[in-house]
């Protein structure tokens, strides 16, 4: 089987619990805090290995503590990372995470090195990118990489997986190259410039994106599920799995390495976006990014668990 390559951030995340954001210019006072691997490339590729998948990670550290942890920590997981380069100009990058008692998060990042990621040291490693199975990418790295990635990508015919977030617009000579488009209601709202708030506004928006030329698209929804059109033009809603929300900050990744590990199984893309709010369930039930992803029988178990209950 081919390997997933992910192209994406690396960053050490502060996560800081409290009862509730604070207001502008007001101080409050912390209930805990905690340190964590992270980065949205991070954690997706964690979500994989975690998952039993070979994953291939390609990003850029700082030459310091932070990023010689962020490595350590992905060998153990598993995840191949003898394509993250080390600079000596700018830090590893950082992330403080602000999480309410509700599991809710604000987040605050710090690119540093993952602006280095640019589209020549990319070039360095097309024989990585054109053998992939999938090319997974989001936009923590700079722009001008994500469309030299995508039209790499495209020349091979790797399927690409868009992440857009943090968002910004994307190119229209680019989006009819993209194989799925993940994205939450928020991101598709800005992509449209239209309120999304319910299951049949996020239907109608992935009809829309889907006439833009993505040949799949799928929406997340946090706790109202994921909504779905795939190539067939087949729209479907997917509830989410109930769980008590801890720390919703890497259920979005989850949900990714979710996807991903189920399309690199054959699965449909229903059965994949089934597994992925499985995944992102148990990841948001507990605290912090990378420590919350779980592992595949966690999540076999937990599918087990609510098919019974649902009989």
């Known amino acids: 089987m081919k390997n997933v390559v992910i192209v994406g951030s690396l960053n050490m995340d502060t996560v800081i619990k409290l009862d509730r954001f604070p207001r502008p210019g007001e101080t409050l006072h912390g209930l805990e805090q905690f340190k964590f691997p992270g980065g949205k490339g991070l954690n997706q590729a964690t979500a994989l290995a975690r998952l039993g998948d070979k994953v291939i990670l390609i990003g850029m550290v700082g030459q310091d503590r932070e990023g010689q942890c962020l490595i350590d920590g992905l060998n153990h997981e598993g995840v191949d990372t003898q394509f993250i380069g080390i600079s000596d100009e700018v830090f590893t990058g950082n992330a403080v ?12 990042v710090m690119h540093g090195a993952n602006k280095k990621v640019e589209p020549q040291f990319i070039d360095k490693l097309r024989s990585i990118i054109t053998a992939a199975g999938f090319l997974l990418i989001q936009f923590e790295v700079p722009l001008e990489t994500v469309a030299f990635l995508i039209r790499l990508a495209g020349e091979v015919n790797v399927p690409v997986i868009i992440n857009p977030s943090p968002y910004y617009p994307i190119e229209d000579q680019l989006i009819d190259q993209i194989d ?24 109608e928006a992935v009809l829309l994106i889907r006439q833009k030329g993505v040949k799949n698209v799928i929406l997340t929804m946090g706790e109202q599920g994921a909504v779905y059109i795939d190539e067939t033009r087949t729209r479907d809603h997917l509830p989410a799995y109930s769980v008590k929300v801890v720390d919703t900050t890497a259920a979005g990744d989850a949900f990714l390495g979710g996807l991903l590990h189920a399309l690199m199984q054959n699965c449909s893309l229903k059965e994949a976006i089934d597994f992925a709010n499985a995944v992102g369930a148990l990841t948001a039930s507990k605290i912090g ?9 966690d999540v076999q178990a937990f599918l087990a668990a609510n098919r019974q209950s649902a009989n």
């Open 97 to 108: 995470i602000l999480v309410n008692k509700s599991g809710d998060n604000e987040i605050i």
């Open 180 to 203: 799925y488009l993940v994205l939450n209601e928020n991101e598709a709202g800005l992509l449209l410039n239209m309120k999304i708030d319910s299951t049949d506004k996020a239907l």
């Open 289 to 297: 990014a990378q420590s919350s992803l779980p592992k595949f029988d």
